[in-house]
């Protein structure tokens, strides 16, 4: 089966605590994203990275981290300098060249 | 700044009745226009995507685009409880910086449809 997959779905952190939150697809897509979602709003751009080993920041790009090493595989670290990190994380993807951007499944996470 | 903006709702409609949706943006600029729809704790789900002015119809939802006004509809006939969920307008438009492209998600309009 083709999609993009993330894990956990759920993640509890405490503060202080940096955390890594995994996306990896097999659609053979180019471009990568990250957005968060809090309750009752839109999704926000994090970063999104369109080729192995280049990434750029989106809206709201503080207090995360990101890498691309494999074209498959996209994670994001929240770091502790994320004020208020309890939020709804999507990951997506898209074939670089077309416009059409699809979601994995999510992970929520929660700051105890 | 882009902006995306659309009625928060609730939209409650009686299932079979037409479901209208509303979106506008900001960006003049913009080329695509996508609707997903977000059941409960789930992720977005593409319903449509649009490109040019006019109507574009698959099944029983219908999307509408008018550039020239800035605004983007999606109609939902014979609507069905199932279709009860979260419809996200999203926007894509030109990153300033580079020949990177952003979508631009409005928050979304909670719609209802009655049994």
């Known amino acids: 089966d083709g999609g993009i997959t993330q894990s956990p779905k759920y993640l509890f952190r405490k503060e202080g605590q940096n955390v890594t939150l995994s996306c990896e697809q097999n659609?053979?897509?180019?471009?990568m994203y990250w957005y968060r979602q809090d309750p009752g709003q839109g999704l926000r751009l994090i970063y999104y990275?369109?080729?192995?080993?280049?990434?750029q920041k989106g809206d709201i790009a503080e207090g995360y981290s990101v890498s691309r090493e494999k074209k498959e595989s996209f994670p994001l670290t929240v770091t502790s300098a994320q004020k208020n990190p309890t939020a709804f994380y999507l990951c997506?993807?898209?074939?670089?060249?077309?416009?059409?951007?699809?979601f994995g499944p999510g992970t929520r996470l929660t700051v105890l | 700044q882009k902006e995306v903006e659309q009625n928060s709702g609730p939209l409650s409609v009686p299932e079979g009745a037409i479901a209208s949706l509303n979106c506008t943006y900001s960006?003049?600029?913009?080329?695509?226009f996508f609707w997903y729809r977000q059941y409960s704790g789930k992720s977005p789900e593409l319903i449509m995507s649009?490109?040019?002015?006019g109507d574009k119809e698959d099944g029983r939802f219908t999307a509408q685009l008018n550039k020239a006004s800035q605004y983007v509809s999606l109609l939902i006939r014979d609507s069905q409880p199932s279709d009860s969920a979260t419809y996200l307008c999203?926007?894509?438009?030109?990153?300033?910086?580079?020949?990177?492209?952003?979508?631009?998600f409005g928050s979304g309009t909670q719609l209802t449809v009655l049994p």
């Open positions: 649009i490109y040019s002015n």
């Open positions: 960006d003049r600029g913009s080329q695509s």
């Open positions: 990275s369109q080729i192995v080993n280049d990434f």
């Open positions: 999203a926007v894509l438009s030109l990153i300033s910086s580079g020949s990177a492209r952003q979508l631009t």
């Open positions: 659609l053979n897509h180019d471009a």
């Open positions: 997506a993807s898209s074939q670089w060249g077309t416009d059409t951007q699809y």
